[in-house]
């Protein structure tokens, strides 16, 4: 495991911060990351037919079974941030209509203003590097 990934966290403390994640998702107030730097998310998403709906089906079932660790951002301006990475297993479609279970790697910023709280995904794309699950 990296040596700048946390997984000092107890369930109900995941539990806590899948809820902001979820609630944030529930009221519109998130977006995915699809920008020059995000390719593999647009990929990800092309790959498997993956709607608007479908993607926020999919990050709702998250569960908290699914968290792997948090860690520091690394982007200038932005080290006081933590990003949560969630890995769940999902059964999806291909255009083709061949289904498969992929897991999906998913990391999360939560981000709290003075307007509320909103969530970025940063990532959501297949699985491509080995990880821990904290609760399994």
């Not at 660790?69 to 982007?75: E, K, P, V």
């Not at 969630?86 to 255009?95: A, D, G, K, S």
């Not at 709290?112 to 904290?134: D, F």
């Amino acid at each position: 495991m990296n040596q700048f990934y946390n997984q000092i966290y107890t369930k109900e403390q995941i539990k806590a911060i899948l809820s902001s994640i979820k609630d944030c998702i529930k009221q519109g107030n998130y977006v995915i990351s699809l920008n020059k730097n995000r390719q593999e998310n647009r990929d990800f998403i092309a790959e498997y037919n993956l709607n608007s709906k479908k993607q926020r089906e999919l990050l709702l079932g998250i569960k908290p079974e699914d968290f792997c660790h948090s860690l520091q951002n690394t982007n200038k301006g932005y080290e006081h941030e933590v990003l949560y990475v969630f890995v769940p297993q999902v059964r999806l479609y291909n255009i083709d209509g061949l289904g498969k279970m992929v897991d999906v790697y998913t990391k999360f910023n939560l981000l709290e203003s003075s307007r509320g709280k909103k969530t970025i995904v940063i990532s959501i794309h297949r699985r491509n590097k080995l990880i821990g699950y904290l609760f399994r």
